[in-house]
């Protein structure tokens, strides 16, 4: 079941807190690095953070969790990660088609490191295509990903 999750709500913005500590830590090993910037947002900065988060719950516990935000018509995926004891059981492609379906947006976008072959695939899965690369300061090389919908 996919839920809104309150994320200024301190109980629920932990929760967040260790999916995305146990997602993002697998993250930055497939990338390859120890400096991953996902990994040093603080709980009170998830509080704080004016974006939606919504969760995949299984059970008792937040098995993934969606975080978006809506400017004008664009969709911005900004953290999509899957608590590792809940890998491979299709609930990153859940929360995509969640977002695509239920959320109004002419263009979804999306940023992933490019070695991040898993994600790639996924979103292209999803209809989404590269549409630019770079380099940003913490040296991990990214690329941006897009998806149009007519409304």
């Keep these: 079941m996919i839920i809104k999750l ?9 929760q967040i807190f260790n999916v995305f500590q146990r997602s993002y830590k697998i993250e930055a090993q497939l990338i390859g690095t120890v400096n ?13 953070s004016s974006t939606q988060f919504y969760g995949f719950i299984e059970g008792e516990s937040i098995a993934a969790i969606l975080e978006v935000e809506l400017k004008e ?9 899957v ?3 809940y890998f491979r059981k299709g609930i990153a492609s859940k929360l995509i088609s969640f977002a695509l379906e239920k959320i109004k947006y002419s263009v979804a976008v999306v940023e992933t490191a490019v070695v991040n072959l898993p994600a790639i695939n996924l979103y292209k899965k999803h209809g989404f295509v590269e549409f630019k690369r770079w380099t940003p300061s913490h040296g991990i090389e990214k690329l941006a990903m897009s998806v149009e919908r007519a409304l």
Excluded: G
């Design 6 to 14: 309150d994320n200024s709500n301190k109980e629920i913005a932990k």
């Design 36 to 48: 991953f910037p996902p990994l040093s947002r603080s709980v009170r900065d998830i509080e704080l």
């Design 73 to 81: 018509q664009q969709l911005d995926i900004n953290s999509l990660t």
């Design 83 to 85: 608590d590792p004891h």
